[in-house]
């Protein structure tokens, strides 16, 4: 399983990148909301974390709420660098919007997926990344592993012509990681601090530090 970060802040980025871990950037307008953002600075932000991912896919998500818009932004966005994913929420005009730009051989990520039909027709439409949430069910008491889970299955069921992969989004902990890579999902996308929290744990930490102590014997003796 890959794992993409999902942020629009440029020092999180650098740092996971760093490690050598990350496969892409997933972001959305909320996440470039954080960082203190314009509306006239967001296409150069973009092009900024797309030269730190070096070639790695990076989502930059549509606010337009009609087919024609959401082209014309596919396609603006498109133009700063190859390296970007037009990010769409599934509905009726971004199905219809993705097929377009798919057709022009420009890459989409449906996002705000939560149901295998909704998943399904979001592929037949031509999406190459699709972004199924887990986090947002576990917020109304629902199971959003079965959920993704359901939806790994089904697309990985069929040969839609194209290449499709499953991003796992609105994975908050470590155990949604294990949940996702457990039942073949294709991608994590994961916030800096859950990244961070899957490299811990309580007993790495205390066998370093006992490692670290033994060390200290040695250098005494």
Known sequence: MKFFLDTANLDEIREAVSWGVISGVTTNPSLYAKTGGTLAGYEDHMRAICAVCD???VSAESCADTTE????DGRRFARIAPNIVVKLPVCTEALAATHALAQEGISVNMTLVF???QALLAARAGARYISPFVGRFDDIAEDGVEQLSNVCAAIHNYDFGHEVEIIGASIRTPNHI???ALMGCDIATVPFAALKKAVKHPL???GLASFLE????VEQA
Do not use: S
Not at 69 to 72: A, H, K, T
Not at 214 to 217: E, L, Q, R, T
């Open 55 to 57: 070639g790695l896919p």
């Open 69 to 72: 818009g959401m082209i014309e």
């Open 115 to 117: 149901t295998v039909p």
């Open 178 to 180: 294990t949940q996702a």
């Open 204 to 206: 790495t930490d205390r």
């Open 214 to 217: 033994d060390w200290k014997k």
